[in-house]
């Protein structure tokens, strides 16, 4: 383990760090994975510990939730955000419970508006929702620097001002 002595870092208020449910510095560096994808994640942890009367009024499931994109970035999201969190033993499960799985499990369950509203309990995956609509908007609409990296840097050049450079992709 590196001496934390030796980092040339900020200094860390450990304490601070902590009550907000981050794991100490030291533990971020050296730590391993306890499981190494998100099937996994959800096959060995979440599946197992997550127990739910499912019947399509109350709560809706799809044994088949790997076809649902939005299903796979939300455990994606819960599977990442435990594996930082569990590193926290004082806080860090009643947080990622609190502030990760509920809201994400009961977006994921949700029978009316979650990603497996059509699907039916144990038999499954039954029909795929559609994208959010959206119709074109009037393109001046976008022309503000705040809903624009286009826009911006445009302002920026107008007034002189050097741009950094954006990653866009």
């Known amino acids: 383990m590196p001496d934390p002595q030796e ?5 860390v208020d450990e304490g601070a760090a902590a ?8 533990a971020e560096d050296d ?3 306890v499981f190494a994808s998100v099937e996994e994640f959800y096959g ?3 599946s197992q510990i997550v127990k739910r009367r ?3 009024v109350h709560l809706a499931w799809c044994p088949d939730w790997w076809t649902h994109p939005e299903a796979i970035a939300r455990i994606a999201a819960l599977w990442r955000a435990f594996e930082y969190l569990r590193l926290d033993a004082a806080l860090g499960m009643s947080h990622w419970w609190l502030q990760h799985a509920d809201p994400h499990l009961a977006a994921l369950m949700h029978p009316l508006t979650g990603p497996f509203a059509l699907c039916s309990g144990p038999e499954g995956h039954t029909a795929e929702l559609g994208p959010l609509p959206g119709n074109p908007s009037p393109p001046e609409m976008w ?4 809903f624009s990296i286009h826009a911006a840097e445009e302002k920026k050049a107008e007034e002189g001002a050097e741009v ?5 992709g």
């Open 19 to 26: 009550s907000m449910g981050a794991p100490p510095p030291e």
């Open 7 to 11: 980092k040339q870092d900020a200094p």
């Open 44 to 46: 060995h942890y979440l």
């Open 143 to 146: 022309d503000h620097p705040a």
């Open 164 to 168: 950094p450079e954006q990653n866009v």
């Open 54 to 56: 499912v019947d399509g």
């Open 31 to 33: 730590a391993e994975m």
